[in-house]
């Protein structure tokens, strides 16, 4: 198999596996609301073969959680409180809390960032099979003539 084929193969197995994670990260808070973040993850291939995780632009406060000090977005506390079943009358009650005491982040970028030492040994094995291949062939064919 080519090499630039195999490596294309294992960056893109790697990040369709990171983005299962993070979506079963996200789902097993039981926070998920309407469901725009899971949704909004999506793992790009670039041309240089980098990968480009994008997703809602609130995923990074999702992973990190949200520190004390300041009221969220009311309205879109009480979106989410509309979801979830809650009462309206809850959002403000929910706000002074997440404003006093903070949200406590999942960490699923966190666990995405800390699967990159096994996407580099993947790579690594690739390119040293590679090599290896390239090797006894030449060796062959030398051997040959």
Same mark, same amino acid.
């Given at each position: 198999m080519d090499i630039n084929v195999k490596i294309q193969e294992i960056l893109l197995t790697w990040s369709e596996k990171q983005i @299962? *994670? @993070?979506k079963q990260i996200l789902q097993g808070d039981g926070k998920v609301a309407k469901g725009v973040l899971i949704n909004s993850l999506i793992a790009t291939l670039a041309a240089d073969k980098s990968i480009i995780i994008s997703f809602a632009g609130y995923g990074q406060a999702v992973s990190d959680g949200r520190s004390p000090g300041r009221f969220p977005p009311i309205d879109e506390l009480k979106d989410w409180c509309a979801i979830k079943g809650i009462p309206e009358e809850a959002a403000y009650p929910i706000a002074r809390s997440i @404003?006093? *005491?903070g949200t406590r982040g999942d960490n699923w970028i966190d666990t995405i960032m800390e699967s990159v030492d096994e996407l580099?040994?993947?790579l690594s094995d690739a390119v040293a099979d590679n090599i290896?291949?390239?090797v006894k062939q030449n060796i062959e064919s030398?051997?040959?003539a």
């Amino acid at each position: 198999m080519d090499i630039n084929v195999k490596i294309q193969e294992i960056l893109l197995t790697w990040s369709e596996k990171q983005i @299962a *994670n @993070a979506k079963q990260i996200l789902q097993g808070d039981g926070k998920v609301a309407k469901g725009v973040l899971i949704n909004s993850l999506i793992a790009t291939l670039a041309a240089d073969k980098s990968i480009i995780i994008s997703f809602a632009g609130y995923g990074q406060a999702v992973s990190d959680g949200r520190s004390p000090g300041r009221f969220p977005p009311i309205d879109e506390l009480k979106d989410w409180c509309a979801i979830k079943g809650i009462p309206e009358e809850a959002a403000y009650p929910i706000a002074r809390s997440i @404003a006093k *005491n903070g949200t406590r982040g999942d960490n699923w970028i966190d666990t995405i960032m800390e699967s990159v030492d096994e996407l580099t040994q993947l790579l690594s094995d690739a390119v040293a099979d590679n090599i290896c291949l390239e090797v006894k062939q030449n060796i062959e064919s030398s051997q040959k003539a």
